[in-house]
């Protein structure tokens, strides 16, 4: 059988020719493909490899008839729609890990660059100046540098500036002190501590809904006065308007960006006019190193799979051959959505997580399973940064630990999960469920309290004192509000004390009307859960 592949942009010729060395493989590179070209083309294909510049829109991901695997030559899959992907069987790969080393380096060299004034200080020599009194810079040894997410850049960011005398202070709710001890590195538990202490702050973490201009008017202020913030991660942590009035007023001395919320910047952005900004065209990649890498890894990871059935990196798949798939298939979607209901149960630095499989799961490979609950926990904040492949490395790294057990046993189900997670301050969460029916997701336990909750949708989960009326007056709020209750399920341990009740409503509940839930008289606790 002979494979098509499709190269839609720039790849190192030495990815290229390892998808051509590949006797059954046909390559076409065309990088100048317009969206509605790429519509047309991508029928005949069985492969597409893009960077960041080919948009592979649910459009396009429709058109494509043959189509069995996306492969992105790096980290992001911003520019690939996954769930389109997914729903079409399209496995879609990315390259974790091959630009590390340059981002990181990226880093480094634009708080050099900040701390030194280095590119103003050439500007004004190129324009035949010998200005000194202009770029008085400042030392970096003593000073604190705060690193907002310590993930493997991060870290490796962390390394290397230690050796400029710096004192390093990290936030990131997955790093465990343990791990951070090694590199001489102080794991906060408060953001504030950072806003508070840092001289220089440099970013490393994805653009989530809770990192969406965690930078902003109401953090400025926070900031130690005349800090140095740094962002080559992404575009949208830094609300970039306060940033403009943080620079100007001098609460911030200085910026560095290699991202922006909007690519490319725009010629008349208010940033451009701002000499204390130092701003790249999204360099942290850009290395003859990191493109070889990635290029490398994806073309590796797309024979892999066209001629092996062996799946690597991906993030809407787990990495295993069809014949283990077939059988396993049915708990991977109920073993993610038990993670992601955790991940939305308690927000923390998470330590341990505990999984005990019950019944028939027990003669399955289980370790997908486990990789899906761990991806299923870390993916609300890590985002597609982790996949089923890098979830347990990721949790190593954070110092994370993970436990498995299996109990043949099972008196109430034929087959069960349950999770406990552990979390720093003695915080404890746990959470079981079942399949009813191969798709028929089931969560039996939460927390202890007994329940039959299909973990989909729109979720309204509140904890109680169990006293009568307490549902009418949900369901009154609820239905003022226009929200329809599609089902319910009410769990308690002993009368008259504590319970749980967890509803599937049809449509999203407002931060307004979730404040109003919560100063209901029996309400403890209340959230909102999108799945």
Not at 305 to 314: E, P, R, T, V, W
């Amino acid at each position: 059988m002979t494979y098509k592949i499709l190269v839609s942009d720039s790849l190192s010729e030495k990815g290229i020719k390892i998808l051509k060395d590949e006797k059954d493989f046909e390559v076409t590179v065309n990088t100048k493909l317009t969206p509605e070209e790429l519509k047309k083309e991508i029928k005949k294909y069985d492969a597409l490899v893009v960077r960041s510049a080919t948009k592979a829109t649910a459009e396009i991901i429709e058109s494509a008839d043959n189509l069995k695997v996306i492969g992105r030559a790096g980290v992001g899959v911003d520019n690939v729609d996954v769930e389109s992907a997914t729903k079409k069987g399209i496995v879609v790969m990315n390259t974790p890990g091959g630009n590390t080393l340059s981002t990181a380096e990226q880093t480094i060299a634009m708080i050099l660059a900040l701390s030194r004034k280095t590119p103003q200080a050439y500007c004004s020599m190129k324009s035949g100046k010998w200005d000194r009194k202009s770029f008085m810079g400042t030392e970096l040894n003593g000073k604190v540098l705060g690193i907002v997410g310590f993930g493997r850049i991060g870290k490796e960011v962390a390394k290397r500036m230690s050796a400029f005398g710096m004192e390093i202070v990290a936030y990131d709710p997955f790093a465990s002190s343990d791990s951070a001890n090694i590199l001489s590195v102080r794991i906060v538990d408060d953001l504030n501590e950072i806003w508070n202490n840092a001289d220089f702050i440099t970013i490393h973490t994805p653009l989530t809904e809770e990192t969406k201009y965690l930078f902003n008017k109401n953090t400025f202020p926070k900031l130690k006065n005349g800090v140095r913030i740094i962002n080559c991660a992404r575009g949208g942590i830094i609300n970039e308007k306060d940033l403009c009035e943080a620079l100007a007023s001098g609460k911030v001395a200085g910026a560095a960006l290699d991202v922006f919320e909007n690519e490319p910047l725009d010629a008349d952005s208010p940033l451009l006019k701002y000499e204390n900004l130092i701003l790249t065209p999204h360099l942290g990649a850009s290395t003859e190193e990191a493109q070889e890498n990635v290029a490398i890894d994806v073309a590796k990871q797309i024979v892999d799979m066209l001629k092996n059935g062996d799946i690597k990196n991906a993030v809407n798949f787990p990495s295993i051959s069809p014949e283990e798939l077939s059988r396993i298939k049915p708990y991977l979607g109920l073993s993610e959505k038990l993670g992601a209901l955790l991940a939305n149960l308690e927000k923390g630095r998470y330590t341990e997580i505990n999984i005990e499989y019950f019944g028939e799961i027990c003669d399955l490979n289980t370790m997908p399973l486990t990789t899906a609950i761990v991806q299923g926990l870390l993916r609300p904040i890590l985002k597609d940064t982790v996949n089923c492949v890098n979830a347990l490395s990721i949790a190593k790294e954070r110092g994370i630990k993970i436990t498995e057990t299996k109990t043949k046993e099972l008196k109430d189900f034929a087959h069960l999960i349950s999770v406990v997670v552990k979390i720093e301050k003695g915080k404890e969460i746990s959470i079981s469920g079942t399949l009813f029916g191969l798709n028929d997701i089931r969560v039996v336990r939460i927390n202890g309290f007994h329940v039959d909750a299909s973990p989909e949708g729109h979720m309204l989960i509140c904890e109680n004192i169990d006293k009568p009326g307490f549902v009418g007056s949900i369901g009154t709020l609820l239905g003022a509000n226009n929200i329809n209750i599609a089902s319910m399920t009410l769990g308690r341990k002993q009368k008259g004390e504590k319970a749980l009740v967890v509803f599937n409503i049809d449509n999203p509940i407002s931060p307004t009307l979730l404040e109003k839930i919560k100063k209901l008289e029996q309400i403890i606790d209340a959230m909102v859960i999108k799945l």
